[in-house]
């Protein structure tokens, strides 16, 4: 088979951040022969190498994805992103709210070569520090008594519904093991959510077409209208209800802020039927919003969180923070997770969080959403298909009276990168927490002309 390989100018087109040394001894060696035995063809075109990569990722790689067909990302420094042909893109996708310090951040690469070099896995059978120190980093500065690691957004939902349910099943004074007693077991969610697509986090997921393949999904959901406290009212229900998942603000289902006084009266709708309040901020959460966690915006606490996107800055991770009487009812043996919280990620993710927990880090993401917001409406002022700039913090979002899927198209050939949200006919921005002034007002002005000629494209 042809080996890929990139371009020859892709490897000296930028000065690098500054990095620390690679480990010495066998380790570097290895690294070192491994960059040697890979020179870049210098008569390898771009074009034929783009076109190499994505044919062979049609052969071997399972189809579920709808990628571009026309680029193939090799190198990304900061906000910035470079495909094959060495053409820079500004990243307002950032992995979809995952590489919160952009790319190449030092002090990330910093926290994840260190710990490379020291230890990367052992497994949950062991104690390892660097795990150690990221739960007591989260339980510090949130509401929260205990952190439970996995290795995902819906992963950690997951996890959260079993919680719930066997809260419930502690609380209403059965033998929790005992497969024929039963308990309160309901899971209410939200139209326009998102929550995974494993088959828990799946049944709570609104869009019909993510589960109809795959039914049936798992039982015990109830659906209710996002930011509609009446109809809220009428699916929580003391004796029925284990749990009731939202997003402070929805990321995917449209970059919708939920209302004050919606997310209030959970609270108090879950206190009265006994149910957990169960906030998900996979994507809102860890400094997003401009504030550390979504629900800060809210002045509401929930009992359970579920975190995942940014943590570890581009290393899959999870986690699940909870109130010590939740924690109470999970023993040993009651979940787990081989790869979950191991020391390379954990030790990665502490380095993200030391830097977004800054206040003047956060007061900075609050500063540029607000500069993004103004910044669109100004520059979008008089278009007839936008109606409407929202979102807190940078999660942005931009709907629209058509779909989105052609502005994204233009959009990428201008070098923005930018995805959708909503029913397909909302542009969400959810760049780097890092992004400069220049970069946002760049967006800005691309993103505007491609939507001035919205009609022609
Ligand atoms: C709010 C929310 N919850 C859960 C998920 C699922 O996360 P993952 O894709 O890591 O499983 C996402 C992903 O977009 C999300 O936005």
């Not at 080996?3 to 570097?28: I, M, N, V």
């Not at 927990?357 to 936008?386: I, M, W, Y």
Request: proline share 6%; charged share 20%.
């Amino acid at each position: 088979m042809q080996q890929l390989r990139a371009p020859k100018q892709l490897g000296a087109a930028r000065a690098r951040p500054a990095r620390p040394a690679p480990p010495r001894g066998p380790l570097r060696v290895r690294a070192a022969a491994a960059v040697e035995s890979s020179p870049t063809s210098a008569t390898q075109d771009a074009a034929s190498f783009t076109s190499h990569v994505v044919g062979e990722e049609a052969k071997y790689v399972l189809q579920t994805y709808a990628r571009p067909a026309d680029v193939v990302f090799v190198r990304g420094e900061g906000a910035k992103l470079y495909d094959a042909g060495g053409k820079e893109y500004l990243d307002m996708a950032a992995g979809i709210a995952v590489n919160a310090l952009g790319h190449g951040d030092a002090r990330w690469y910093e926290a994840l070569s260190r710990q490379a070099g020291i230890l990367s896995h052992t497994s949950n059978l062991f104690h390892t520090v660097p795990q150690v120190e990221l739960a007591k980093r989260l339980v510090e500065k949130s509401f929260a008594d205990k952190v439970f690691f996995c290795n995902s957004g819906t992963e950690a939902n997951e996890a959260a519904i079993k919680f719930a349910r066997k809260y419930a099943r502690v609380h209403a004074g059965i033998d929790p093991y005992d497969p024929h007693a039963t308990a309160p077991h309901e899971i209410v969610s939200f139209t326009n959510c998102f929550h995974g697509r494993t088959m828990g986090a799946l049944a709570l997921t609104y869009k019909e077409q993510y589960k109809s393949p795959f039914l049936p999904v798992m039982p015990g959901h109830v659906l209710a209208e996002y930011n509609n406290l009446e109809s809220a009212a009428a699916a929580i229900k003391k004796g029925s209800t284990a749990a009731v998942f939202v997003e402070p603000v929805q990321g995917e289902g449209g970059c919708t802020p939920s209302q004050v006084a919606f997310l209030s009266g959970l609270r108090s709708l879950c206190d009265e039927a006994g149910a957990l309040l169960v906030f998900d901020e996979v994507q809102c959460g860890l400094g997003r919003t401009g504030k550390l966690w979504g629900y800060e915006n809210y002045g509401v606490e929930p009992d359970v969180m579920s975190l995942a996107k940014p943590l570890a800055g581009g290393l899959p991770i999870g986690a699940v923070l909870l109130k010590q009487a939740v924690a109470d009812v999970m023993k040993p043996g009651d979940h787990g997770s081989t790869f979950a919280g191991n020391p390379l990620v954990c030790a990665t993710a502490t380095a993200v969080v030391d830097v977004i927990s800054d206040p003047a880090f956060l007061a900075s993401v609050e500063a540029k959403g607000e500069r993004l917001r103004a910044g669109l409406r100004a520059a979008t002022a008089g278009n007839p298909h936008v109606l409407e700039v929202r979102g807190v913090g940078l999660l942005v979002g931009v709907q629209l009276d058509v779909m989105a899927g052609k502005v994204v198209e233009a959009a990428r050939a201008e070098g923005l990168l930018i995805i959708t949200a909503g029913k397909g006919d909302v542009v969400r921005l959810v760049p780097p927490l890092v992004i400069s002034d220049e970069e946002i007002d760049h967006c800005c002005r691309v993103l505007a002309g491609v939507l001035a000629r919205l009609d022609s494209l």
